[in-house]
């Protein structure tokens, strides 16, 4: 059974649990989860109204728990975190050099720069930033990030709507374009 058909089967917890693992530093095909699960909202399989506020809690209950880790191991977790690049030691201080620069508004759109998303989290807590602040930019970051993978598919299925008009038969997938005779 491949990811596509795990998400059909159990599209809630599966969507939840690698939200939260990515989340947690660990590589998972997270965008590929919310890309097929709003496709199956769109398809009214699945729910945005479970969906979505399931989705920012798995967000931010991972980065929590990597903050609280960067909070009391301090740059220990840091270290573990880039143990398996090519470079550890740039990685932190390349990663805690772009912090210290953008400061805690890096919070916001650290999961679009790669290798940052891991390390944002528990690079706020090493830097003892209070937790109420990390919990309001983290929330935030997790909404920016997470959920225009939702988003794609219904502003795709309103705009296939739009061009099906005037055309002799609908728009049901994205290549129809390559499947038209000309």
């Known amino acids: 059974m491949g990811l596509g058909g795990l998400i059909e089967h159990h599209a809630y917890v599966v969507t939840a649990t690698?939200?939260?693992?990515?989340?947690?530093?660990?590589?998972m095909p997270v965008s590929v989860a919310l890309l097929i699960a709003?496709?199956?909202?769109?398809?009214?399989?699945?729910?945005?109204?479970?969906?979505?506020?399931?989705?920012?809690?798995a967000a931010s209950f991972g980065d929590t728990l990597l903050y609280l880790g960067g909070r009391f191991t301090g740059w220990w977790l840091l270290a573990f975190l880039c143990r398996l690049t090519t470079n550890p030691e740039q990685c932190i201080f390349r990663s805690a050099g772009y912090f210290y620069r953008r400061g805690p508004h890096?919070?916001?759109?650290?999961?679009?720069?790669?290798?940052?998303?891991?390390?944002?989290?528990?690079?706020a807590g090493s830097l003892n930033m209070r937790l109420g602040?990390?919990?309001?930019?983290?929330?935030?970051?997790?909404?920016?990030?997470?959920?225009?993978?939702?988003?794609?598919?219904?502003?795709?299925?309103?705009?296939?709507?739009?061009?099906?008009?005037?055309?002799?038969?609908?728009?049901?997938?994205?290549?129809w374009l390559c499947s038209r005779s000309s």
């Not at 690698?18 to 590589?27: D, E, K, V």
Request: with cysteine; glycine share 10%.
């Open 18 to 27: 690698l939200t939260f693992l990515a989340c947690t530093g660990i590589p």
């Open 133 to 175: 602040r990390f919990l309001r930019l983290d929330a935030a970051g997790a909404v920016i990030t997470h959920q225009p993978g939702f988003l794609r598919v219904t502003s795709s299925a309103i705009l296939f709507t739009i061009l099906s008009f005037g055309l002799e038969r609908p728009v049901t997938s994205p290549c």
């Open 38 to 57: 709003g496709a199956s909202a769109h398809g009214g399989h699945l729910s945005l109204f479970h969906l979505l506020p399931l989705v920012w809690f």
């Open 106 to 123: 890096t919070l916001l759109f650290a999961k679009f720069v790669p290798g940052l998303g891991a390390m944002a989290a528990p690079l």
